[in-house]
């Protein structure tokens, strides 16, 4: 994608005449100050102002408006009435609102005939209350008042113009003149490839499973080893359509990146099989959301598109992408748990770990995991672990069930203190009434955590619990957003560790498993992570290192923290909090020794972070006492032992 930036010079023509300004037409909207426009009228729909914010062009358009009026005097909501009219017609692209009715006649280019492409609204008339029908009858208003001014000489407008483009892979911004990704390293030109392959098959796929019985009947002729994939083509409409200045990360290629893996890797569909989908029902989710969030939802089929927050977009496909993929991991869990099944892959979107009773926030409609797990316990199940390491929180997923003894929810996530989006997850957050210890938060403290703390304490914390609660079945909330190289979430999980968490939790269970995609927003790092959770659930066992994990200070002390909150609801973390304060020295040492080690073989070793190209030196050993309070988990530093504030 490529956006332009326009600036405009403070000089302005005074000249011209009346004829040409009525000719001319306005193809870029200018600003007078140096902020940069987020959009650009030629060819693109400029975005209205959501919630009435007004962009910065349209605060440079109220300023003029104010001080021209007579009196003095004006109503602000006429002046926004203005600026938004002049907007529509300054566009020789489609206008898209926040709202609008879905009609099958309506025509999204503005013009009178049916267009089944868009089946958008019909653009409206706007009464207009200002002189000035377009943008430029509006910003060249103060130039033409003063007519009888001969003496002004005529200077050229200058323009300045700076062009960007975005990464297919991460989303994120670059200069024009650089051929590769600032962030990622992939190249301008590249394009995804692969689904084309994944889409062929899944249509040849869906001519043999017919139904949900015939698929069960199928399996169970083939052994119990079979892996199942949940995946529906309608879940890619869904998709933002309001044209904004950066593109959305939760987008369709998310689904196709990991599809082209699959079958690139020869996993799908030799080695694993699709079940039928279909769109979860009203009394199914009535047990997770309440009745107006599900009516919430379901009025987006009326719309063009909407927004739930300033980040959580639906569109007239939403609605039902998110009932297929509710479905889609109902149906899986219910597979798993009647044995038509071992263990399952819901290769779903829109995610669904932030959802909550009430609300849809963070590209989240419906709650996948919770459905899945109420799903698995009708099916039989009567106690379920649901093992979120998405890189944020699921806060809607621990309000669902933080008072429900018979399932187990841990997560682990950034949180820096709650300054990480959502904010929730604190360690002392564990569950309320009857059900205190069943919600299970470990926060990092910072960006940067890679595979070495997150197993780490999953050796510590997560296996030990796990083994006490002792699942019926384990549903994962696989985000993928934690992966090395992912513009939000900023750490540094491998495929290779995640292949390695989901091994440890494969022992429970009887190896009953299903993992529901949430998050993750690199196409390379969502893809190869994966596609290696879904060779461990083929029964592939991953190489990982087990032997060296040694985790930073700040993993340490978030470990060190939650055993001593959790210690009073699971007695089986006692021997783990006592081991860990008895080697608190042993380990500082290690990993100070590690590091040494690490700096003469690579030198000093440089850390990129994100757009904002933030880089971390490691920093040697005499400065380590100076760096204490750095948030960068990777650099180690002085491990005094001081158990009391070990959770700071």
């Known amino acids: 994608m490529e956006s332009e930036t326009l600036h405009n010079g403070s000089q302005k023509g005074r000249n011209f005449s009346r004829e040409n300004k009525v000719r001319s037409e306005i193809h870029q909207a200018p600003c007078e100050s140096s902020f940069s426009c987020p959009y650009e009228c030629n060819k693109r729909s400029s975005p209205d102002g959501i919630n009435g914010t007004l962009y910065p062009n349209e605060r440079n358009l109220e300023e003029r408006l104010l001080e021209e009026k007579n009196d003095g005097h004006c109503n602000p909501s006429t002046i926004h009435s203005d600026i938004a009219s002049t907007y529509e017609t300054c566009n020789s692209a489609p206008n898209l609102r926040s709202i609008g009715n879905a009609d099958e006649n309506a025509c999204l280019h503005d013009k009178n005939e049916s267009c089944k492409a868009c089946e958008c609204v019909q653009p409206q008339n706007c009464q207009r ?237 419906h709650n996948n995991a919770a459905v899945a797990a109420l799903a698995a316990q009708r099916a039989g199940a009567k106690k379920v672990l649901i093992l979120d390491w998405d890189v944020h929180h699921g806060n809607g997923t621990q309000e669902i069930f933080e008072g429900n003894k018979s399932v187990l929810y841990i997560s682990l996530h950034r949180h820096e203190g709650g300054s990480f989006y959502p904010g929730t997850g604190a360690a002392e957050e564990v569950g309320s009434m009857d059900a205190q210890g069943y919600s299970v938060n470990i926060p990092w403290s910072c960006g940067g955590v890679g595979d070495n703390d997150y197993i780490f304490a999953f050796q510590h914390v997560v296996i030990p619990i796990a083994l006490e609660f002792a699942p019926d079945i384990t549903i994962i909330s696989a985000g993928f957003d934690a992966a090395r190289g992912d513009p939000l979430g900023c750490c540094d999980i491998t495929p290779a560790g995640y292949a390695q968490m989901a091994h440890m939790l494969s022992a429970f269970a009887e190896g009953k498993m299903l993992v529901i995609l949430e998050g993750g927003y690199n196409l390379h790092s969502i893809s190869s992570s994966a596609t290696a959770v879904v060779k461990v659930l083929l029964g592939e066992s991953p190489n990982y290192d087990m032997i060296n994990v040694l985790p930073s200070k700040a993993g340490l002390q978030t470990v060190l923290q939650v055993l001593r909150i959790q210690l009073k609801f699971w007695p089986s973390l006692e021997s783990c909090y006592a081991l860990l304060q008895s080697q608190w020295g042993l380990i500082s040492s290690n990993n100070r020794n590690h590091l040494k080690k690490r700096k003469r073989l690579v030198g000093p070793f440089w850390w990129k972070w994100g757009s904002k190209r933030l880089v971390y030196e490691l920093l040697y050993e005499g400065l380590h006492r100076k760096r204490s309070s750095t948030h960068d988990c990777k650099e180690s530093v002085d491990l005094t032992p001081n158990l009391d504030d070990a959770g700071s």
């Not at 130039?143 to 005529?154: A, M, P, Q, T």
């Not at 959305?248 to 689904?255: G, S, Y």
């Not at 939802?297 to 039902?320: G, H, I, R």
């Open 129 to 365: 209350t200002h002189n000035g029908s377009t943008l430029e009858d509006l910003y060249l208003q103060d130039v033409y008042d003063d007519e009888d001014d001969e003496d002004s000489d005529w200077e050229p407008v200058n323009h300045f113009v700076i062009k960007k483009w975005f990464c297919s892979n991460c989303t994120m911004s670059n200069f024009y003149d650089v051929s590769h990704c600032d962030v990622c390293g992939e190249p301008r030109e590249s394009e995804l490839s692969g689904y084309d392959v994944f889409q062929s098959l899944v249509g040849k796929e869906a001519c043999v499973s017919v139904d949900a019985d015939a698929v069960c009947n199928y399996h169970a002729s083939s052994s119990k080893t079979c892996t199942a994939i949940g995946f529906d083509e309608r879940m890619l409409l869904h998709c933002e359509v309001e044209m904004k200045s950066h593109p959305h990360p939760e987008r369709p290629d998310r689904l196709r990146a990991i599809a082209a893996s699959l079958v690139a890797a020869g996993i799908f569909p030799a080695k694993c099989s699709l079940i039928p989908a279909r769109e979860i029902t009203r009394e199914e989710l009535l047990m997770v959301h309440s009745s107006d969030h599900i009516e919430a939802v379901e009025q987006t089929k009326n719309m063009l598109y909407s927004y739930f927050t300033s980040d959580t977009y639906a569109n007239e496909y939403s609605a039902c992408a998110a009932r297929l993929a509710a479905g889609l991991c109902a149906d899986l869990a219910s597979s798993i748990m009647s044995g038509c099944t071992r263990n399952g892959f819901a290769m779903v979107r829109p995610p669904g770990h932030h959802a909550g009773v009430k609300q849809a926030m963070g590209f989240c409609l």
